[in-house]
């Protein structure tokens, strides 16, 4: 685990590589919950969040990722999810699943924090998915995010 302090703001980051290197008094259920309240209304279940961290800390064959905890004293204040895809080229390496920030702590500059933290460990490209209306997609564009394809969906019913 790592740990950057910015005291200027008093925030520190924390990256996971796996569950025990959570802080001290955050559990994988509460980071689940965290990302699924300050989503909204852009969020996912529960139960999906769960699956999407779960796939983070896999040891598994092509899979894996990191998680970045944002926190203020004690207090979880944001979150970025990254995942492994075991692909390259078409496919990027690795897919931004979830970040989120506090909406009380939002304009503050945390969001981009936590993604200019998780550009400096990858190595590879990066994805993300986002709403058309989401306003977080002028931060991704800051960040560098380009908008290359669109996405097409067919689920099975």
């Not at 520190?12 to 290197?21: A, G, Q, T």
């Not at 999407?52 to 905890?69: N, P, Q």
């Not at 990254?82 to 702590?105: S, W």
């Not at 993300?128 to 380009?146: I, K, M, Q, S, W």
């Amino acid at each position: 685990m790592t740990t950057q302090n910015d005291p200027a703001d008093s925030v520190s980051l924390h990256e996971v590589d796996k569950p025990h290197d959570l802080p001290e008094g955050l559990s994988v259920d509460e980071v689940a919950e965290f990302f699924h309240h300050k989503m909204k209304p852009y969020h996912d279940t529960v139960e999906d969040v769960r699956g999407g961290l779960d796939y983070a800390f896999s040891d598994a064959e092509g899979k894996g990722g990191f998680l970045i905890v944002a926190r203020q004293g004690a207090t979880m204040v944001g979150g970025i999810t990254i995942l492994n895809t075991g692909m390259t080229g078409y496919i990027p390496e690795h897919v931004l699943l979830f970040v989120a920030v506090d909406p009380a702590q939002r304009g503050r500059g945390i969001g981009e924090r936590l993604i200019r933290a998780a550009l400096q460990r990858l190595g590879g490209a990066l994805k993300l998915h986002v709403e058309h209306d989401n306003p977080a997609r002028r931060l991704y564009e800051r960040v560098g995010f380009t908008c290359k394809y669109i996405e097409m969906r067919r689920d099975q019913s």
